[in-house]
């Protein structure tokens, strides 16, 4: 079973930038999906980005599109989220997460996440 780890996460004024990383342990990260979300203070948790398990399909929520890039080192058994114009909404509690089952070739906001990290905390202020 996967265990996933946020990290990254602080104080940024509006239009900085800031790295998420997710480090997990087990030997299935290299063949599931990935997936950034994000809850903010009195909002339901939503999909941010996702990426499959050989990087070859990202998807990301419209909103984050352009300013936002997910990777992976599966090497280093690590996700990353590169946020960049960061503005005061994307203000939120930031998690990661792994698909439960193996070889996704199409990530989106339906694919079967399962196992979840314990988030880390994004303040942006203006």
């Known amino acids: 079973q996967i265990h996933l780890v946020e990290s990254g996460g602080g104080l940024v004024q509006t239009g900085g930038s800031l790295r998420l990383s997710c480090a997990a342990s087990?030997?299935?990260?290299?063949?599931?999906?990935m997936g950034w979300f994000r809850q903010a203070p009195g909002k339901e948790r939503e999909f941010v980005a996702g990426?499959?398990?050989?990087?070859?399909?990202?998807h990301y929520e419209d909103s984050v599109q352009g300013r936002f890039i997910i990777s992976r080192d599966n090497a280093k058994n690590t996700l990353y989220l590169q946020m960049n114009s960061l503005k005061y909404e994307d203000t939120a509690v930031y998690y990661c997460?792994?698909?439960?089952?193996?070889?996704?070739?199409?990530?989106?906001?339906?694919?079967?996440?399962?196992?979840w990290g314990q988030g880390t905390l994004v303040t942006v202020s203006s």
């Open positions: 990426i499959n398990w050989k990087s070859t399909m990202t």
């Open positions: 997460a792994a698909s439960k089952r193996p070889y996704t070739e199409v990530v989106s906001p339906a694919t079967d996440f399962g196992s």
């Open positions: 087990g030997r299935t990260f290299g063949s599931v999906a």
